[in-house]
């Protein structure tokens, strides 16, 4: 069984960076596809982005493309999420996810991994 952990959350004001990161335990995510979700309070979970297992194919959310960036490093078992010009509306739980392929990681029934969150608040 693979278990998930995000890390590199906090608190960053608008325009600001951060970078998340997925580490991977138990088993191999090589053979994963490999996605970001996140959930605002009050709000459904919504796709931010997937990469398939070799990252060759990789999905965003039209809410953050252009500004973040979905990447994996399977040697070190870890996938990471760039985030840049971060806004206030992108304050949300960020839920590292991994599937069969990076596109039925776009729907939230996708995921058969699922990380514990970390949460992202962007101040204005």
């Known amino acids: 069984q693979v278990q998930l952990v995000e890390s590199g959350g906090g608190l960053v004001l608008a325009g600001g960076s951060l970078r998340l990161s997925c580490a991977a335990s138990g088993r191999s995510i090589s053979t994963y596809a490999m996605g970001w979700f996140r959930q605002a309070p009050g709000k459904e979970r919504e796709f931010v982005a997937s990469?398939?297992?070799?990252?060759?194919?990789?999905y965003y959310g039209d809410s953050v493309k252009g500004r973040f960036t979905i990447s994996r490093d399977n040697a070190q078992n870890t996938a990471f999420l760039q985030m840049n010009s971060l806004k206030p509306e992108d304050t949300a739980v960020y839920y590292c996810?991994?599937?069969?392929?990076?596109?039925?990681?776009?729907?939230?029934?996708?995921?058969?991994?699922w990380g514990q969150g970390t949460q992202v608040t962007v101040s204005s």
């Open positions: 996810a991994g599937g069969t392929r990076a596109s039925t990681l776009r729907d939230s029934s996708g995921p058969v991994l």
């Open positions: 990469i398939s297992t070799v990252g060759i194919t990789r």
